[in-house]
């Protein structure tokens, strides 16, 4: 028997579209209904979330920042210290 | 409670203010300091972009310098209609492509990445048809006690990273204009030549990927 | 119109998670206008009429006035402004444990209906003699039914299971389902019928 709703196993993939707005209306319609009685799928969106969150706030995380080569940063800033005209700074 | 659904994305009519417009200032003076701040901040998003194009690490380094250089070359000429930022990322996209299309590489983007059809959650955590709830959860996800501040530990920040390293290249360079650079939906897909919905979907599984990986470390914690 | 919204505590839309303005003495809550198509769901104001509130249980239950041209959707309506009216006290969380073990006792119908079909008798008269939540869980999940009425038997200590932590709302949604194992898809809507018609008693609701 199957019936007019959203499943676990569905709303799984749709998590991105919801939180991006981008979901058409009668999908959107199952989706909420589905959220409002299904905690465990209000859990996997929260950790889509945090994980989103997570992953922005890598930005900020000098760990995450493989630098560029020496020599190669060496040879851009004189590139644009030449196209600049020589103007100033310390590198 | 649920989370908020975000607003509408926001029309040309109000684009969002420039978030490196001081160091702009500063590069059109020919500030050197100000330039290796850019450089360096831009770096690793660069290198993920690139990588989803081109055959190799080493490749994906010299796209990044070409992409400087004509950077350097252009910085004159940039009218500021668009972010720098942006502006920044289409030059890499164009170079990335140019290279790629040279190493007769297929455009990864044209076919998803590739990577075919791949559920979200492992089909073993959901209920099966001789179940009293097919596809409700067999499984279920535990709710994440306080993520941002569990997330910061070393070895969270460690996992997330390997979890990150781990995608295919081209969820990686989505992931990372998404949610790394804060580019909205319509930037990636102009940058990339993605239509919405297949942008949509490398987020997604991108996302998914490194939920199950972040999942994996709180469950390992709890243990 | 006159109709209902379910709010997370603190009067807060369960999706928005937008903070309504509150009737305060005996002056309705300030209108709340969406700001776009009233007939799209992302741009609307929803509520419940009666008949839809089994599937949106939550925190608090708000009368409500809804204005402008309605539209109606599966299980709520949607307006392009509304505002809430006033507080239906009785809806709270002993309200809602009622409601949840209501519901239960219907699912535990549902699975004994099953257990008879299938010529358990003993296993039915052991279910049927139930009528505490916790009880009902223990014994549903000590079956051991014939296949026909596993799946109603379990969907039975499920219910009693979300039942007891709370969860009205699955609980519901639990014993809408086992109607329809037992009885077909109709059973379902008539389910959620005696649900609606339940809460309406028992908080007296009048829209």
């Given at each position: 028997?199957s019936?007019?709703?959203?499943?676990?196993?569905e709303?799984?993939?749709?998590?991105?579209?919801?939180?991006?707005?981008?979901?058409?209306?009668?999908?959107?319609?199952?989706?909420?209904?589905?959220?409002?009685?299904?905690?465990?799928?209000r859990?996997?969106?929260?950790?889509?979330e945090?994980?989103?969150?997570?992953?922005?706030?890598?930005a900020d995380?000098?760990?995450?920042?493989?630098?560029?080569?020496?020599?190669?940063?060496?040879?851009?800033?004189?590139a644009?210290?030449?196209?600049?005209?020589?103007?100033?700074?310390?590198? | 409670?649920?989370?908020?659904?975000?607003?509408?994305?926001?029309?040309?009519?109000?684009?969002?203010?420039?978030?490196?417009?001081?160091?702009?200032g500063?590069?059109?003076?020919?500030?050197e300091?100000?330039?290796v701040?850019?450089?360096?901040r831009?770096?690793?998003?660069?290198?993920?972009?690139?990588?989803?194009y081109?055959?190799?690490?080493?490749?994906?380094e010299?796209?990044?310098?070409?992409?400087?250089?004509?950077?350097?070359?252009g910085?004159?000429?940039?009218?500021?209609?668009?972010?720098?930022?942006?502006?920044?990322?289409h030059?890499?996209?164009?170079?990335?492509?140019?290279?790629?299309?040279r190493?007769?590489?297929?455009?990864?983007?044209?076919?998803?990445?590739?990577?075919?059809d791949?559920?979200?959650?492992?089909?073993?955590r959901?209920?099966?048809?001789?179940?009293?709830w097919?596809g409700?959860?067999?499984?279920?996800?535990?709710?994440?006690?306080?993520?941002?501040?569990?997330?910061?530990?070393?070895?969270?920040?460690?996992?997330?990273?390997a979890?990150?390293?781990?995608?295919?290249?081209?969820?990686?360079?989505?992931?990372?204009?998404?949610?790394?650079?804060?580019?909205?939906?319509?930037?990636?897909?102009?940058?990339?030549?993605?239509?919405?919905?297949?942008?949509r979907?490398?987020?997604?599984?991108?996302?998914?990927?490194?939920?199950?990986?972040?999942?994996?470390?709180?469950?390992?914690?709890?243990? | 119109?006159?109709?209902?919204?379910?709010?997370?505590?603190?009067?807060?839309?369960?999706?928005?998670?937008?903070?309504?303005?509150?009737?305060r003495?005996?002056?309705?809550g300030?209108?709340?206008?969406?700001?776009?198509?009233?007939?799209?769901?992302?741009?609307?104001?929803h509520?419940?009429?009666?008949?839809?509130?089994?599937?949106?249980?939550?925190?608090?239950?708000w009368?409500?006035?809804?204005?402008?041209?309605?539209?109606?959707?599966?299980?709520?309506?949607?307006?392009?402004?509304?505002?809430?009216?006033?507080?239906v006290?009785?809806?709270?969380?002993a309200?809602?444990?009622?409601f949840?073990?209501?519901?239960?006792?219907?699912?535990?119908?549902?699975?004994?209906?099953?257990?008879d079909?299938?010529?358990?008798?003993?296993?039915a008269?052991a279910?049927?003699?139930?009528?505490?939540?916790?009880?009902?869980?223990?014994?549903?999940?000590?079956?051991?039914?014939?296949e026909?009425?596993?799946?109603?038997?379990?969907?039975?200590?499920?219910?009693?299971y979300?039942?007891?932590?709370?969860?009205?709302?699955?609980?519901?949604?639990?014993?809408?389902h086992?109607?329809?194992?037992?009885?077909?898809?109709?059973?379902?809507a008539?389910e959620?019928?005696?649900?609606?018609?339940?809460?309406?008693?028992?908080l007296?609701?009048?829209?």
């Open positions: 028997m019936f007019d709703e959203i499943v676990c196993r709303f799984v993939e749709l998590a991105t579209d919801y939180l991006e707005g981008a979901m058409p209306e009668p999908t959107l319609e199952l989706v909420e209904e589905h959220l409002a009685m299904c905690d465990w799928c859990d996997y969106l929260h950790h889509i945090a994980t989103a969150g997570a992953v922005a706030a890598t995380d000098a760990r995450f920042a493989p630098a560029p080569p020496d020599s190669a940063l060496h040879s851009l800033v004189g644009f210290r030449r196209r600049s005209g020589g103007a100033g700074g310390s590198a | 409670m649920l989370p908020t659904r975000p607003p509408a994305p926001s029309s040309a009519a109000h684009p969002a203010p420039d978030p490196d417009a001081a160091l702009l500063a590069l059109r003076a020919g500030d300091d100000a330039f701040t850019l450089v360096t831009y770096h690793p998003s660069f290198k993920r972009v690139a990588r989803a081109v055959s190799t690490d080493a490749v994906a010299e796209v990044v310098q070409e992409t400087w250089l004509a950077a350097i070359d910085l004159g000429r940039f009218e500021q209609r668009a972010t720098l930022r942006t502006w920044l990322f030059i890499l996209a164009n170079k990335a492509k140019t290279r790629g299309v190493e007769r590489r297929s455009v990864p983007f044209a076919s998803l990445g590739g990577e075919g791949e559920p979200s959650v492992p089909p073993e959901f209920q099966g048809d001789g179940a009293a097919p409700h959860w067999a499984t279920p996800p535990r709710p994440w006690e306080d993520p941002e501040l569990r997330l910061q530990s070393l070895e969270a920040r460690e996992r997330l990273r979890a990150i390293g781990a995608l295919p290249e081209t969820q990686q360079a989505v992931l990372t204009l998404r949610d790394v650079e804060g580019l909205e939906a319509d930037e990636v897909c102009d940058l990339l030549d993605l239509t919405p919905g297949n942008q979907v490398i987020l997604h599984r991108a996302r998914a990927r490194v939920r199950a990986a972040l999942e994996d470390y709180f469950e390992e914690e709890l243990a | 119109m006159i109709a209902y919204k379910f709010l997370c505590a603190g009067g807060l839309g369960p999706f928005s998670r937008y903070a309504w303005p509150l009737p003495s005996e002056r309705p300030a209108w709340v206008i969406a700001p776009g198509e009233p007939t799209l769901c992302a741009t609307a104001v509520g419940c009429r009666v008949a839809d509130l089994p599937w949106w249980l939550q925190d608090e239950l009368e409500a006035e809804f204005d402008g041209a309605i539209a109606t959707g599966r299980h709520k309506i949607s307006a392009p402004r509304a505002r809430l009216t006033r507080r006290d009785g809806w709270d969380a309200c809602a444990q009622r949840a073990d209501a519901c239960v006792l219907r699912a535990r119908d549902h699975a004994v209906a099953a257990l079909r299938s010529g358990d008798d003993r296993a008269a279910l049927r003699d139930r009528a505490a939540t916790r009880e009902i869980e223990r014994a549903a999940r000590g079956i051991d039914p014939p026909a009425a596993r799946i109603a038997v379990s969907m039975a200590a499920d219910a009693a979300r039942a007891r932590h709370g969860h009205a709302v699955v609980a519901a949604y639990i014993a809408a086992a109607a329809a194992r037992v009885d077909g898809p109709d059973a379902m008539a959620r019928a005696w649900q609606a018609d339940w809460l309406r008693g028992a007296a609701l009048t829209a």
